[in-house]
């Protein structure tokens, strides 16, 4: 996935940043029959951001600007309600905010800044599989409160997996320490 410079998006203090190709977001506001339910994408084509908002059921008619955001916004505008003076922000309707744009951006390339496993030390290789085993179990506690009752009492009790051709085995038991007589 590529990153390209956006010239026109600038944070509250003026710095300029990046937004990935192929961004892609979904917005709501209002309600009842004033509602607006959009999807906002921005894709380059030959370096050049093109700023598409989808709308209607289903996403199936949508106004694209080559411009900027907010011609793209305002254009959606003119389409649902033509002749109107309102104008939409673009950072509220394509969610251009700097702060949220950086986390998503190190959310999807964290994978790329990631040490293969041969390559860590034995300590980090032991810290990366236990935080890996405490995030299934947070996924697995998440996960089954959607599927099961809470008098069912379900609890994860082992996983098993292979890194590289090294096995890897959690026991997620609950021991009981008292001494039997």
Known sequence: MSTYSYTSAYSCNNTQFKILD??????????????HVIQCEINYIEKVPVFKILFEENFQLYVNSTQSAISAANAYLQ?????????????HIF???????????ER??????LKPFNKLSNSMKTKR???????????FTNTATKYFHSNDHL????????VQDKNFQANFRVQNKEKKN
């Not at 599989?129 to 996924?139: I, R």
């Open 22 to 35: 192929n961004y892609l977001i979904q917005t709501s506001w209002g309600r009842g029959a004033s509602k």
């Open 79 to 91: 389409m649902k309600k033509p002749n109107t003076q309102a104008h939409l922000s673009e950072i």
């Open 95 to 105: 969610f251009l905010n700097s702060q949220e744009l950086e986390r998503e951006r």
């Open 108 to 113: 999807k390339h964290r994978f790329h800044l």
């Open 129 to 139: 599989v236990y935080m890996f085993n405490e995030h299934l179990v947070v996924n």
């Open 155 to 162: 609890t994860l009790q082992e996983i098993c997996f292979a």
